[in-house]
């Protein structure tokens, strides 16, 4: 009689052999064989099969026994559902390996000391079902892994707990959820020499943004330690964002984000036997620290790209990787542990979009506190408090359908109750946590990483959790209206003007990607600095001279893990821009200079000491005339320094930059010192300069501005309150203030003209296009170059000039007789 074999070593299985291995098992095998060659390290290990499973249970009589208890369990009733997987797991737990599977597990982990010549390997023991990683559903998390086992003993105890953990409570939930027969499904198990990633790091990493679905990115989650607590959201990660299409160019390190985590604790390695794992405080330094290089991040960020690359030639479609990570603290060296198909962006229709927007204006008052938004919708509910998954308590306390779920932090055995929630909201967490990746798959808004949701909400308050306001998740007190439209943009016609986006938030940028844009007509610089800097410049620069202590020490807590205030700018600021720019790559991204009046600087901490009264900011020392200041050029010289960074360092050359509120040509010239001092040169490195076209001044001598710029933006929101002499900030004359108005047009008009005989290009940011259609009309009558609006005006505006250009052929074709033929 033929025995048969359930041990295969890790690069003996491949992507065909996921009915043996399961999912993770083969492509891990599949990388050993063919993914070598570029360098990725992958621990070695061997697989125990899924026959090898069937067989056990088998061997035990389980298989009956299991199948009853199933059959009589509401999964929906968690106390039911409780006691079922209990007594399951217990039934395999207390199973006994045969003779032949007992000496074929012996074997494989003999060789497996023989390949590292040690005579004890610590291992990892990981689970890999054979419906994980499928197109329809992802499993995310079912099943168990075991870290740092030793022996023979502990490896046979781990691979039965592997065995067991098929039956968690949230797996037969998850399966019957799913229609998946449970004896359909097998389970194989990866055996892998430990990577020391307990004095290391660890995390996962995504070859697309986990929230929008960009796909031009790479995202990398990590934490010091063991990776568990990062899967499991039991830290909030660092995070680094790469973007992919420039990796590899010489010179070039497309790092454009980086997050520093709280990271407050972190698993590693315990001291006896029967405590293999254990958790403990990171130090301050590690708590202050990214937990990799730069360079790591870019050389893991490559690794992931590679196995993308490799995965969407092996299925001949695009195929978004999900990888977890380790960093061996022994020897330096990075490992790639696991990875699979991502299975929730993959599954989305490409070019439908979903534009959730709050109509309540209001709910500013009503913030309670903030967090890490996932996803991208809003929902409404009362508060829900649970402080652990007691499934018996959880059905006295009755949490009902559409309730908010808030805690501190789930695992997969909270999945059964996170299909009841309206939201989710835990305290730790970061974007790739388990509560993350299951409110995605479920189509829940949830917000993690908040800190303190459990002590300011309570149980029965009514809130408002939106996910549709950028990179925060915000929780507003009681219910907010909004509304919710669905747009096919593969439905948008095709037109000859090209329509450009106004982006003032980098965390909305990625969203945006996907419509049919022609880049950035303006990014404004201050709201990066405002929102993301929350620091005058120049007192980031010379707090340490004010003698103001309570500055002092905010400062120095904003500028934690950076050298200095001057480097914390720089870093802020080059991120916020990058993100745009990588996700408009490569369409022109303008971004505009700051252009903070003084009212609005002197707001900001440390603002007071630096900024003048005015009496009318509106038209005072704003836009160029700061830039070349005694008082502020060293300020002004951050935002050249970032901009540099941003174009010769990440590599993204379609920035562009310009210059607003800039009266005269001479005072245009003195800008142009100014930037050179600090790195900046028109034409060198490919660099453009646009001038926003504001002041009256521009358009009269836009001959003589023309000859030293790249183009002409109209800022129409500027040059309406200057050409009609009024404060666009008072309410007293507000209702003179219209951007239609035939002196504003004919200014509009002449300056269209004299760009044209410069041969210089000229486009619009300003509000006007975006709310008036027949302001756009006009707009695309003149010759305009490019029309920017606003991302919530983008759809109707290129509906409008569409409509425009059809009248206008009418018109053209009648006018020439043709029409009658």
């Not at 229709?349 to 938004?373: F, P, S």
């Not at 991204?589 to 003048?612: A, C, H, L, Q, W």
Request: net charge negative; proline share 3%.
């Amino acid at each position: 009689m033929k025995i048969a074999n359930y041990i295969l070593k890790l690069d003996e299985a491949g992507i065909h052999d996921i009915d043996r291995v399961g999912g993770k098992n083969a492509s891990l095998g599949q990388m050993l064989q063919h993914l070598d060659v570029l360098g990725i390290n992958i621990p070695y290990g061997f697989i125990i099969t899924a026959d090898a499973y069937y067989s056990f249970l088998k061997h035990n009589m389980l298989d009956n026994a299991i199948k009853d208890l199933i059959a009589m369990t509401n999964v929906d009733d968690l106390a039911q559902l409780k006691y079922c997987g209990q007594n399951i797991r217990e039934m395999i737990r207390n199973g006994a390996f045969s003779q032949t599977l007992t000496d074929q597990i012996s074997a494989a982990y003999t060789n497996l000391c023989q390949y590292y010549n040690k005579t004890d390997v610590d291992v990892a023991v990981r689970s890999s079902a054979t419906a994980e990683d499928l197109p329809d559903a992802s499993f995310a998390g079912q099943q168990d892994t075991y870290l740092n086992i030793s022996g023979l003993d502990g490896l046979l105890n781990a691979i039965r707990n592997c065995f067991a953990s098929l039956f968690t409570d949230r797996a037969i939930s998850y399966r019957k959820s799913f229609g998946y027969d449970d004896f359909l499904i097998g389970l194989s198990v990866c055996v892998q020499k430990m990577v020391r990633s307990d004095i290391g790091a660890s995390g996962v990493a995504f070859s697309l943004d986990t929230e929008s679905g960009f796909k031009d990115v790479v995202i990398i989650n990590g934490s010091f330690g063991l990776g568990e607590m990062v899967v499991q959201g039991a830290v909030k990660p660092d995070e680094f964002t790469v973007f992919k299409p420039l990796l590899g160019q010489r010179g070039v390190k497309p790092l454009i984000e980086k997050k520093l985590g709280t990271k407050d604790n972190k698993m590693i390695y315990g001291e006896a036997d029967e405590e293999r794992v254990k958790i403990v405080p990171t130090s301050a330094a590690e708590r202050e620290s990214f937990c990799l290089t730069d360079d790591m991040a870019l050389q893991l960020a490559g690794w992931v790209a590679s196995i993308e690359k490799y995965y969407t030639r092996l299925k001949g479609k695009q195929c978004p990787m999900d990888v977890e990570w380790a960093l061996d603290g022994e020897s330096g060296q990075l490992y790639i542990v696991q990875a699979r198909p991502e299975t929730i962006h993959s599954r989305k229709a490409a070019h439908t979009v979903n534009i959730y927007t709050i109509e309540d204006d209001r709910r500013a008052g009503q913030i309670i506190l903030q967090g890490v938004a996932v996803g991208d919708k809003i929902a409404s509910g009362r508060v829900h408090l649970l402080q652990n998954i007691d499934t018996a308590a959880l059905a006295q306390v009755g949490f009902k359908t559409g309730d908010v779920l808030v805690t501190d932090m789930t695992d997969p055995d909270w999945e059964p109750l996170m299909k009841k929630a309206a939201a989710i909201i835990t305290n730790k967490g970061g974007r790739t946590c388990h509560a993350a990746i299951v409110a995605r798959e479920l189509g829940v808004p949830a917000i993690v990483g908040c800190g303190n949701a459990t002590e300011l909400l309570s149980n029965g308050q009514l809130i408002t959790a939106s996910c549709a306001e950028g990179d925060s998740g915000i929780i507003y007190a009681g219910e907010i209206h909004f509304t919710m439209q669905e747009y096919d943009l593969s439905l948008l016609p095709e037109i000859a003007t090209p329509v450009m986006m106004n982006v003032a938030s980098p965390d909305v940028a990625f969203k945006l990607a996907g419509y049919p844009h022609s880049g950035v007509g303006l990014a404004r610089e201050e709201f990066i600095i405002n929102n993301y800097i929350k620091i005058h410049p120049q007192a980031l620069l010379q707090h340490k001279e004010l003698n103001d202590e309570a500055l002092t020490l905010l400062i120095e807590n904003t500028i934690k893990g950076y050298a200095d205030g001057e480097t914390y700018f720089i870093e802020k600021l080059s991120y916020g821009v990058a993100k745009i720019a990588a996700a408009f790559y490569s369409q022109k991204v303008i971004v505009r200079f700051s252009d903070f009046k003084t009212n609005e600087y002197r707001s900001m901490p440390g603002g007071s000491y630096f900024e003048p009264l005015e009496e009318n900011p509106m038209i005072g020392w704003r836009g160029a005339s700061r830039y070349y200041s005694s008082s502020y050029r060293a300020a002004f010289g951050m935002e050249c320094k970032a901009i540099k960074k941003v174009r010769e360092v990440m590599g993204l050359k379609n920035v562009v930059v310009m210059i607003p509120f800039c009266r005269t040509v001479g005072e245009l010239m003195m800008v142009y010192d100014t930037m050179r001092e600090y790195g900046l040169v028109r034409g060198q490195n490919e660099l453009e300069v646009y001038l926003m076209a504001e002041v009256p001044s521009n358009v009269i001598l836009a001959d003589q501005f023309a000859r030293h710029i790249d183009g002409f933006s109209i800022g129409s929101n500027d040059l309406t309150q200057l050409v009609l002499g009024l404060d666009r900030d008072s309410a007293l004359v507000a209702g003179l203030y219209n951007e239609r108005n035939e002196a504003v047009k004919s200014m509009v008009s002449q300056l269209i003209s004299a760009a044209k005989k410069a041969g210089v290009k000229v486009g619009i940011c300003g509000q006007g296009p975006s709310d008036y259609p027949d302001f756009a009309q006009f707009l695309v009558e003149e010759g305009i170059d490019s029309i920017s609006v606003t991302p919530d005006s983008f759809l109707k505006t290129v509906e409008a000039i569409k409509k425009i250009e059809d009248e206008s052929k009418v018109f053209s074709i009648a006018s020439n007789g043709a029409a009658f033929v």
